[in-house]
């Protein structure tokens, strides 16, 4: 379940996440200090998440179509 990745993320080091997105899907993203970073991403994938990198730039939302 949703609750039971947060925690499980959370117990492996992310001091916080929000939950974002309609029904069946959508995102979760999670804030975690530099030095638990992998154990998270381990984490995650073990439920069964999908990682994916993100970074904030000083431009703003950026977007293309492929």
């Known amino acids: 379940s949703i609750e039971e990745l947060y925690t499980a993320a959370k117990k492996a080091g992310a001091t916080g996440g929000k ?20 154990k998270v991403i381990e984490t995650l994938e073990q439920y069964g998440g999908q990682v994916r990198n993100y970074q904030f730039t000083k431009h703003g939302v950026k977007s293309w179509t492929i």
Request: charged share 5%.
């Open 19 to 38: 939950i974002s997105g309609a029904g069946g899907g959508g995102f979760m993203t999670f804030y975690c200090p530099v030095n638990t970073r992998y």
